[in-house]
């Protein structure tokens, strides 16, 4: 028995005896997928067990089995770790601790029957977390580290028919660990495919596409670079061409909107591989990135590789849905933070057309606690493992057109290894400009980026007002982390939009992030950072994405899709027309139908199509209306416009909403209550109208003869993830200063009820314990003898600082399930997240109001109410008002940490709120703006209250 050190994993090399990486190819050549059950057994350090498992014969019949690809602690064996920049280990590079997991994974496999006797054979590893060491039939190939990348052994001598004994051994820590600390699940295992290749005689190793187009002519020149010498055909062209030799052709041009790819045929003596050709050309120029010649806004995402159940071990299936829920939802552009994808994730955003920015596997984050000191990324020693990821990434993507530009990595300082990785890129491909945020002097990059910037912050950039070096104010800027997608938000996503279209140098951004990564969990739904027992970790910073864990869409997917809808529709309901822009780079409107619905009180009274022409990019027209229907009934009413695909595309169905528009046409009446009933008192009870009042406290019994509890003024909220703010922040972080006010506490001091001749009065004061200020609060009740009118007048008592969460009405109803409502919907909005809000009527059951963010808090609200149904009540609203309804506290919403502690209780509280403070984006970016903050200040609102229809709770 012997043991092998572990210096190769805390060599700071990449690791030996892999092959040189090259471009991610199909081809003829035979090839064996070698993923499926794998024996597995894990040892506590990297030293615990010998090397003799990797020898053939050994018997491992007594060990466990993983699935490949997979991560062994999502298998049950060990547990996963989350942290979001913090090393889970200490920090002394390049050395990781003594109990370090580690996996031995053994697969024997038999050749197929047909498998080619001559030639070679690559042994190819996909993914494999942090440090592997190969053997195959006893023979060790060597050990590699870098998580994402691909790595291949020469293995063609060592294969025999039958019985090959494939050994790995996988090490969750490594000095590759120190180079990957990426804000998501520390998760090792083998988690992409491993797949044995043929390599024929005179096969290609290695190939280059340069497929260029000429906006100018319309023409394309294609040059395919091989190691071996061969032809290149492509059908659809008339081409046929030895490699290396250019040639002119006209071509449609790949976009991410028009993703035009022709089929082509490398074919040298011994392989055919096919090629997948997009012509394009993206420069830097004239301060702006431009693809084919044009200026490009980016509508992106940061991607994520996540599975609820399976981690980063994606499926086709899974990353094909990603791309399609992305187009749909009119994105146009990722970040595939922070390190390479899947390759199949690439065909896919090559086919049906993504722009995208491609990470190399790269992320010292941890080194910002010790002020940068001892970086990898500043030392000469990483300088070649830097160059090997870069390496990998280039030559693995650089054929795909889908990718326009390279990024170093992500927040990892600065230094002579992120030099020498742009030099390298530079050099292999100077096709493709260079990204790095973490370059504020921009010496190494070719446009100019930043993370959760501030909208003022953005504008001054996009007026050229932000000084900084002269070469970084000659460059185009995005901002590739945005809008942090964490809980309830983002919000002011549609306030950074009118920035990005409003300055040529501002092209887009990169909402962080697309997913939740929710682990799914048997007792609570779905774990975040600390559910695992991680004696460091970040909690459910991990679960800030615009898809929850199950790729449900969130209403923050809903609202971004509607902000960056690619057709915007506006208009003037007196004038009866519709102004259409185009907002798309590159694409007509003559994939799109129009049509038209006039609204009155949120029912359709007439419909029909619209005559648009098909305007090119950036162009708009005045398209007039047709005349209000005949015999319209009188009400508020709205014309609703919307662009909807007129054909089947590879990425949706015909009629397919891309974009709508919503016109007022006339306003909307305001309800009115004449004040004739008398308060009658008795036995304890006032009587007004439809309502009984205790006679002590003036708090409604019933209303309409539904019986109602607790209803008084409410401020507080379940603090959203926004409102708490991220602890590093030092700006206002809402939710810490409303606990420390006792907002969440608030009491209520009844001053006086008073029965007078047309109203119920009662005076209270509401306040938080141990503090001065207040609010006082009137609620003031009428009724015509049918129906009930409460007004609150509130005004603020002493030095209010903050806004206020909420400002609105609670009470608890005894029976609701079923909730109509003619306002804003379907989803969710707030004041900062209310643009894909549509004027209508709707209808849900009270658990479908609920948004099921992975934690807990405030969250369900619809705008814009002009009235609601629910518990056999109508209530109308002047002006319209925020509607919340669950069958559980605020306080217990507060309280849970995941959805599995929220119980449903007998009572449905009722939230009628005259207004909310903004969402924001502060777990990690900014504030809510000051125009959606609640201030406290004198306000009165009004609620109308009736029976419904059948005087019972609704049903639908």
């Known amino acids: 028995m012997s043991f092998r050190p572990t210096a190769y994993v805390e060599d700071v090399s990449p690791g030996s005896g892999a092959l040189p990486p090259r471009a991610h190819a199909s081809s003829d050549a035979p090839s064996l997928s070698l993923n499926g059950s794998w024996r ?39 547990s996963p770790v989350y942290t979001n920049h913090l090393y889970p280990f200490p920090v002394d590079p390049p050395r990781v601790p003594t109990e370090n997991p580690t996996g031995d994974h053994l697969r024997v496999f038999d050749l197929p029957a047909d498998w080619p006797a001559g030639g070679g054979a690559v042994l190819r590893f996909d993914g494999v977390e942090s440090c592997a060491r190969v053997w195959l039939n006893g023979t ?181 849905e990603d791309v399609l829920l992305m187009k749909r939802h009119n994105i146009n552009a990722v970040r595939t933070s922070h390190y390479p994808p899947h390759p199949a994730f690439l065909d896919l955003c090559d086919e049906y057309g993504l722009w995208v920015i491609d990470e190399c596997d790269l992320e010292t984050h941890g080194f910002t606690e010790q002020g940068w000191r001892d970086n990898p990324v500043d030392d000469d020693r990483w300088t070649p493992a830097l160059l090997d990821r870069a390496a990998r990434m280039v030559e693995r993507d650089k054929n795909h057109p889908s990718v326009v530009i390279w990024s170093l990595g992500n927040e990892a300082g600065t230094g002579r290894g992120l030099t020498a990785m742009a030099e390298w890129i530079h050099g292999r491909d100077p096709s493709r400009p260079v990204h790095y945020e973490g370059d504020p002097d921009c010496r190494d990059t070719d446009l100019y980026s930043r993370m959760y910037a501030s909208h003022a912050e953005v504008e001054r950039i996009g007026r050229g007002l932000d000084g900084g070096p002269r070469r970084r104010r000659a460059l185009p800027f995005i901002l590739c982390e945005y809008a942090h997608a964490m809980g309830n938000g983002p919000g002011g996503l549609a306030d950074y939009q009118r920035l990005f279209e409003r300055h040529d140098r501002l092209q887009g951004g990169f909402v962080w992030e697309w997913i939740d990564h929710g682990i799914a969990h048997p007792e609570l739904g779905y774990a975040y950072g600390g559910d695992f027992g991680e004696e460091l970790h970040d909690g459910n910073f991990v679960c800030d994405g615009l898809l929850f864990p199950d790729r449900r869409p969130s209403p923050g997917l809903i609202e971004y899709q509607k902000v960056i809808e690619p057709v915007v529709l506006t208009g003037d309901g007196t004038a009866g027309t519709v102004r259409v822009a185009n907002g798309y780079d590159f694409a007509d409107l003559s994939a799109l139908a129009f049509s038209w619905s006039y609204e009155v009180e949120g029912e359709p009274v007439d419909s029909g199509t619209l005559s648009v022409p098909a305007l090119a990019p950036g162009e708009s027209a005045e398209v007039k209306l047709p005349a209000v229907p005949a015999g319209a009934p009188a009400g508020e009413a709205h014309w609703t416009v919307r662009a909807r ?111 007078g001749e047309d109203a119920l009065t009662v005076r209270t004061r509401v306040a938080p314990a141990a503090r001065e200020l207040g609010l006082s609060t009137v609620y003031r009740w009428t009724s015509d003898g049918d ?44 004041p900062d997240t209310r643009t894909a809000a549509r004027i209508g009527r709707w209808q849900s059951t009270v658990d479908e109001l609920q ?106």
């Not at 790949?254 to 022709?262: F, I, S």
């Not at 603090?719 to 606990?739: K, Y």
Request: hydrophobic share 40%; aromatic share 8%.
């Open 140 to 320: 060790e190939l060597g050990d590699f580290k870098g998580s994402r990348l691909p790595h291949e052994f020469a293995v063609g001598p060592l294969l025999k028919p039958a019985g090959n004994v494939l050994a790995v051994r996988v090490h969750q820590w490594s000095a590759g660990s120190y180079l990957e600390d990426q804000d998501q699940w520390w998760l090792p295992g083998i988690f992409r495919d491993v797949t044995l290749l043929h390599r024929p005689a005179d096969g290609v190793r290695d190939f280059f596409v340069h497929a260029s187009y000429d906006h100018v002519s319309g023409t394309g020149t294609l040059r395919v670079d091989s190691d071996v010498p061969g032809r290149v055909t492509v059908p659809d062209l008339g081409v046929d061409v030895a490699t290396g030799e250019p040639v002119t052709v006209p071509v449609e041009p790949w976009t991410a909107e028009t993703p035009r790819l022709y089929d082509g045929v490398l074919a040298t003596a011994g392989e055919r591989v096919r090629l997948r050709i997009g012509f394009r050309t993206v420069a830097v120029a004239d301060g702006l990135i431009k693809v084919n010649g044009r200026p490009v806004l980016f509508k992106g995402v940061n991607r994520h590789e996540w599975h609820p159940q399976r981690g980063r071990a994606l499926d086709p299936e899974t990353m094909r």
């Open 645 to 755: 695909l007129a054909a089947d595309t590879p990425w949706a169905p015909r009629d397919h909403v891309v974009a709508w528009g919503q016109i007022p046409a006339s306003a909307r009446p305001v309800p009115h209550v004449a004040a004739t009933a008398r308060p009658a008192a008795g036995d304890g009870v006032l009587t007004l109208g439809p309502a009984e009042f205790d006679a002590r406290t003036g708090a409604p019994r019933t209303i309409c003869g539904v019986p109602v509890t607790g209803l008084r003024l409410d401020v507080w909220r379940a603090t959203t993830d926004n409102d708490d703010g991220a602890a590093w922040q030092s700006d206002l972080r809402f939710g810490l200063l409303w606990r420390e006010l006792g907002l969440h506490r608030m009491r209520h001091r009844l001053d006086a009820v008073e029965p």
């Open 851 to 956: 948004t099921p963010y992975v934690r807990p808090q405030e969250n369900g609200a619809r705008i814009d109410v002009r009235w609601a149904e629910l518990g056999g009540l109508r209530i109308e609203g002047d002006p319209a008002f925020f509607l919340t309804a669950r069958r559980w506290t605020t306080e217990q919403l507060d309280a849970a940490a995941h959805r599995t502690d929220l119980v449903p209780g007998p009572t449905v509280w009722v939230n009628l709120d005259h207004g909310q403070h903004g969402i924001g984006s502060q777990s990690c970016g900014p504030a809510p703006l000051p125009r959606y903050h609640l201030r406290a200040e004198p306000a009165e609102f009004s609620f109308v209250f009736s029976p419904t229809d059948n005087g019972s709770p609704t049903s639908l």
């Open 787 to 830: 129906r009930l009118r409460l007004t609150v007048s509130t005004v603020p008592d002493g030095d209010w600082t903050v806004p206020l969460p909420r400002l609105g009405i609670r009470f608890g109803l005894p029976a609701a399930d079923r909730v109509r409502w003619y306002g804003g919907g379907p989803g969710e909005a707030y």
């Open 40 to 78: 597995f057994r894990l040892s506590d350090t990297a030293d615990a067990e010998d090397d003799s498992f990797a020898a053939e014969g050994y018997d491992a019949g007594d060990w466990a089995e993983v699935t490949v690809p997979g991560h062994w602690v999502l298998q049950g064996h060990g």
